[in-house]
């Protein structure tokens, strides 16, 4: 599971330092509180704008307007992407989005759900009120406010005395501490779980689900009203048969040898001077075209990044998705164009296959094997698939540029002096 946590959060980490900051804010009207401290989870009563404005209407005194806080509030959705530590001590009357590589503190409140992505510590205080749901990817997450819901992957989870959590608790973490009130359900997958100690304890009014390595002890003087469903979390371990092992490398090597000659003779229909090209390339600019399939590899992690974003618009949901193909196909195709450019390039040093179409598609099989065998050396075969893939890729690109500058060439007039 820490494996796990660690990869997202890892990916999480490198999309924050490529970003630079930025921040969309407009101006809304606040919410009040309770006399106990704990925000009403309602639904809002103007009927022209969805907010309570704040008027001093017939029957209220002047002076209670007048001593109302002035709040600097938005009533849109906020993004938030920084490369340092950010508190967020705003109103939003809307969703928030953070994304950060460092630390983020959480004193506003929110008429929505909330989605964080840190690189540290997020820590939800007292103040802090959040109407829909929290999700957080987080090192660490310290909870001590007023939410709806909170799904939560983390190393580190602490629920502490002063939370109220109106509906459900989901976390995935290593070590879990819980305290405060949840008014209904707890899903919990981690190995250490805290839920009471001489002084205090989690109040929960529903369900206690958990999925570890071993029971919790005095869960049935907390859980007075729900059940207790535990799930032991066994590690699996186990040998593959060596005759396995062997099916799988061979349906794999196949696999490569097949896919290798559909994107030839795809290529061969759509494009007949593309293999040509692709293996002048690889002769003559390999360097280059690793090059290229380095800046190329940049940009598909930013245009990644961007069509997530893009995801939270109408207009901008088919147009990730098809990014995301384009994205796809590119790197799919990489490793077979590789292999079809060193057919080419073995092609001419080689008398017999020149002319010969059955024993160039032969010599793309015995080559497209090696390429694979490459890719699965031990120690080498990471290094030897990242150099691969990424050459093929510059390949790719190199040769669909090439051919629109020669088409824009072509289309300009030639002026004779």
């Not at 967020?88 to 983020?104: A, E, F, T």
């Not at 003779?265 to 692709?278: G, M, N, Q």
């Not at 099989?365 to 150099?387: D, E, R, T």
């Amino acid at each position: 599971m820490r494996k796990k946590i660690s990869l997202v959060l890892i990916a999480l980490i490198l999309l924050v330092s490529i970003l630079g900051t930025f921040c969309f804010a407009k101006e809304i009207e606040p919410r009040t509180s309770t006399e106990d401290g704990i925000m009403p989870i309602s639904e809002p009563t103007s009927e022209e704008d969805g907010t309570m404005p704040i008027t001093d209407q017939e029957g209220d005194s002047d002076s209670e307007v007048d001593n109302l806080p002035n709040y600097d509030i938005t009533y849109s959705d906020l993004y938030v992407f920084e490369d340092t530590d950010y508190e967020m001590d705003k109103l939003i009357d809307g969703n928030v989005y953070i994304l950060v590589n460092g630390d983020v503190k959480f004193t506003g409140e929110v008429k929505g759900s909330v989605f964080i992505f840190a690189n540290g510590t997020v820590e939800i205080t007292e103040e802090a009120y959040i109407a829909d749901s929290l999700y957080i990817f987080a090192q660490e997450a310290k909870i001590n406010g007023t939410i709806y819901d909170i799904y939560c992957a983390s190393e580190k989870f602490e629920l502490m005395e002063k939370a109220y959590i109106e509906r459900d608790v989901k976390i995935a973490s290593s070590n879990v501490k819980l305290r405060g009130k949840v008014y209904r359900d707890v899903f919990l997958t981690a190995d250490n779980i805290d839920v009471k100690d001489e002084e205090t304890s989690l109040l929960i009014g529903g369900d206690f689900n958990y999925t570890s390595g071993r029971e919790i002890e005095g869960l049935k003087d907390i859980v007075l009203y729900g059940e207790i469903n535990f799930k032991l979390e066994e590690e699996e371990s186990f040998e593959i048969p060596l005759a396995e092992k062997i099916k799988d490398y061979a349906f794999s090597a196949v696999t490569s040898i097949i896919y290798a000659l559909v994107i030839y003779f795809v290529l061969k229909l759509l494009s007949p001077r593309f293999t040509e090209a692709i293996t002048k390339d690889l002769k003559e600019k390999s360097i280059i075209a690793f090059a290229v399939g380095l800046i190329t590899w940049a940009i598909i992690f930013i245009a990644f990044i961007m069509s997530i974003m893009l995801l939270f618009t109408a207009i901008g949901l088919p147009i990730s998705i098809i990014a995301w193909m384009i994205m796809t196909i590119i790197i799919y195709i990489s490793s077979a164009v590789f292999s079809i450019s060193i057919t080419g390039i073995a092609k001419d040093k080689i008398e017999a296959v020149k002319n010969n179409k059955v024993l160039e598609i032969c010599l793309l099989m015995v080559i497209a094997l090696c390429v694979w065998i490459l890719q699965k050396l031990p120690y080498i075969g990471g290094l030897s698939n990242f150099i691969i893939i990424t050459t093929g890729i510059g390949l790719i690109i190199r040769n669909i540029i090439a051919k629109k500058e020669i088409e824009k060439t072509k289309e300009q007039p030639v002026i004779e002096g």
